[in-house]
């Protein structure tokens, strides 16, 4: 069984920068890609931030600029920094793993809450 564990979410006002922090139960190198999305109350979970095996990333247009993706292979651990947050990004934040490049994401974390208010 493999488990997702995030951390790093919180309050933070507008402006503000978080970095959401995401480690697996097994190596990360273990997985074809790993992910971030996020789901705010009343919508669908969309597609944050990905980033492959081999180190290529995707970043999805409505945070392009201001959110990265990155890992730490020697703390096998995935990053999403977040800059420049806005109250339209408060959502629960979740990391995710796919097993190969033809599967979907089908290991999941709990989520942690980001909340960007004043």
């Known amino acids: 069984q493999v488990q997702l564990v995030e951390s790093g979410g919180g309050l933070v006002q507008p402006g503000g920068s978080l970095r959401l922090s995401c480690v697996p139960s097994?190596?990360?190198?273990?997985?074809?890609?790993m992910a971030w999305y996020r789901q705010a109350p009343g919508k669908q979970r969309d597609l944050v931030a990905a980033?492959?095996?081999?180190?290529?990333?995707n970043i999805a247009d409505s945070v392009k600029g201001r959110f990265t993706i990155s890992r730490d292979n020697a703390k096998n651990t995935v990053y999403l920094q977040m800059n420049s947050l806005k109250p339209e990004d408060t959502a629960v934040y979740y990391c995710?793993?796919?097993?190969?490049?033809?599967?979907?994401?089908?290991?999941w974390g709990r989520g942690t809450q980001v909340t960007v208010s004043s």
């Open positions: 995710t793993a796919r097993a190969t490049a033809g599967s979907g994401y089908d290991y």
């Open positions: 097994r190596t990360i190198f273990s997985f074809h890609g």
């Open positions: 980033i492959t095996v081999g180190g290529s990333t």
